[in-house]
């Protein structure tokens, strides 16, 4: 079974940096685009950046210039760099990946690493 684990949340304060951290784990799969997405109570989930195998990426808007998305992919291991963080970046962090094994090709989603940013 494949998972994927989210790591490197916390609390920081604005102007701060955090990198998060997510990686998939199991026995005979492959990694195809991962992305980041982001949570508020009360709202859709919504895209932060997503990084393909071959490494192209895009971001939200919003996330242009201050994060920036990386992977290792003999790791299967995604990050986000956060730099200049901002009260309004707080939110739930959700790694997304698409995965194939032996039964198809599915998205995958981890359980979410919190991220709070004071003022």
């Known amino acids: 079974q494949v998972r994927l684990v989210e790591s490197g949340g916390g609390l920081v304060q604005a102007g701060e940096s ?3 951290s997510c990686a998939a784990s199991g026995s005979g799969f492959s990694v195809h685009d991962m ?3 982001r949570q ?3 709202k859709q989930r919504e895209l932060v950046a997503i990084i393909t ?3 192209s990426t895009n971001y939200a808007d919003s996330m242009k210039g201050r994060f920036t998305a990386s992977r290792d992919n003999a ?3 995604l990050y986000l760099q956060m730099n200049s963080l901002k009260p309004e970046d707080t939110g739930v962090y959700y790694c997304n990946a698409q995965i194939t094994t032996d039964y198809g090709t599915g998205d995958y ?3 979410g690493t919190q ?3 004071s003022s």
């Open 109 to 111: 989603w981890g359980l």
């Open 35 to 37: 992305g980041w997405y």
């Open 18 to 20: 955090l990198r998060l």
């Open 40 to 42: 508020v109570p009360g």
């Open 75 to 77: 790791k299967n291991t």
């Open 53 to 55: 195998s071959g490494l």
């Open 115 to 117: 991220v709070t940013v």
